[in-house]
């Protein structure tokens, strides 16, 4: 009978020493995607400050909020949180506030569903992953995690 045991144990150390490496450059890549989409739709709003306004006053359904609080809370989410993110601090509230942040943006904005549903998926689910995995090795917060523990 061939003994299967050395070929998986190779394959196994080979997975691991892959994950090593893979799972932190995942997270970093998907934190720094996420954080210059938002952050660059907090600088457009900056920007174009006559026209958010205007779109929080009457294109955006953003519930509970009025439309003043909403375009100054949504523009500070927008150019704060992503900074944090990119540098994996405090990653899984901010990820977390963010995935709320990108729900509420198309549940409040109908015309979205038509053109960027799909990205708001994708940003969706990467801040999902670094809700729940947390930032990874290459972050703030596992620097801290070792300094201080």
Not at 55 to 79: D, G, H, I, K, S
Not at 97 to 114: D, E, G, K, M, Q
């Amino acid at each position: 009978m061939i003994s299967l045991k050395q070929p998986v144990s190779f394959y196994q150390a080979i997975v691991t020493q892959f994950q090593a490496l893979a799972i932190p450059a995942l997270l970093l890549f998907t934190r720094l995607w996420v954080a210059w989409v938002f952050f660059n739709a907090g600088l457009v709003k900056v920007a174009t400050w006559d026209s958010t306004l205007y779109l929080f006053e009457f294109e955006y359904q953003v519930p509970l909020l009025p439309w003043q609080l909403a375009a100054y809370l949504a523009t500070a989410t927008e150019l704060i949180l992503p900074g944090l993110l990119a540098l994996g601090v405090i990653t899984r509230p901010v990820s977390a506030i963010l995935f709320v942040f990108n729900i509420i943006a198309v549940v409040s904005y109908p015309t979205l569903w038509a053109g960027g549903f799909y990205d708001h998926q994708l940003w969706g689910l990467m801040l999902l992953v670094n809700t729940v995995w947390g930032a990874g090795g290459l972050s703030v917060d596992k620097y801290l995690k070792h300094r201080l523990t």
